[in-house]
């Protein structure tokens, strides 16, 4: 049965910011308005992973810089109790934990990283069925606090 915070959330957005230096500026403010919106909007929970996601968000449209070419999109959207980023490029090389020697002060604990703060993530085929991959992260909004409501949905 799925959980959903009784204040309905729903919004989304997108951009194509390729590889340009600010090109994590730009998908973190994305990512900023529509918490935003969706707060404004009566969805307090969203504001609780806002840290959380906007690192996240950081760390995939990096990654895509720097190890896939670019990013062709980024996506975000938050309905039905979720929040969800997606990052698309055109590189089939897939996300991998990379070995430990390999780990220090440029990089090597994005996977980590990702793992802890999203409740899901994960790789999909381009949507449009072109080259390339989508990198998604998807963040639970529970409403917390005495009183809370849930409803189904």
Same mark, same amino acid.
Request: proline fraction near 5%; charged fraction near 30%; charge should be negative.
């Given at each position: 049965? #799925?959980?959903?915070?009784?204040?309905p959330? /729903?919004? #989304?957005? $997108?951009?194509?910011?390729?590889c340009?230096?600010?090109?994590? !500026?730009?998908? *973190?403010?994305?990512?900023?308005?529509?918490?935003?919106? @969706?707060?404004?909007?009566?969805c !307090?929970?969203?504001?609780?992973?806002?840290?959380?996601?906007? $690192?996240?968000? #950081?760390? $995939?449209?990096?990654?895509?810089? *720097?190890?896939?070419?670019?990013?062709?999109?980024? *996506?975000?959207? @938050?309905? !039905?109790?979720? =929040?969800?980023?997606?990052?698309?490029?055109? #590189?089939?090389?897939?996300?991998?934990?990379?070995?430990?020697?390999?780990?220090?002060?440029?990089?090597?604990?994005? @996977?980590? =990283?990702? /793992?802890?703060?999203?409740?899901?993530? %994960?790789?999909?085929?381009?949507?449009?069925?072109? @080259?390339?991959?989508?990198?998604?992260?998807?963040?639970?909004?529970?409403? +917390? %606090?005495?009183? +809370?409501?849930l /409803?189904?949905?």
């Amino acid at each position: 049965m #799925s959980m959903a915070p009784q204040t309905p959330c /729903t919004a #989304s957005s $997108l951009i194509r910011p390729g590889c340009a230096t600010m090109a994590v !500026r730009d998908a *973190r403010k994305l990512v900023a308005d529509l918490i935003d919106d @969706c707060s404004r909007a009566g969805c !307090r929970e969203v504001e609780r992973r806002a840290d959380d996601v906007l $690192l996240v968000v #950081s760390e $995939l449209v990096t990654n895509a810089c *720097r190890h896939a070419g670019g990013v062709d999109e980024v *996506r975000v959207r @938050c309905e !039905r109790g979720e =929040l969800v980023v997606e990052v698309e490029d055109t #590189s089939e090389a897939m996300p991998r934990e990379p070995v430990e020697e390999a780990k220090g002060e440029t990089g090597g604990y994005g @996977c980590q =990283l990702v /793992t802890a703060l999203a409740d899901r993530w %994960g790789v999909t085929p381009r949507r449009d069925n072109g @080259c390339g991959k989508t990198v998604y992260a998807g963040f639970e909004l529970r409403p +917390t %606090g005495p009183g +809370t409501a849930l /409803t189904d949905v």
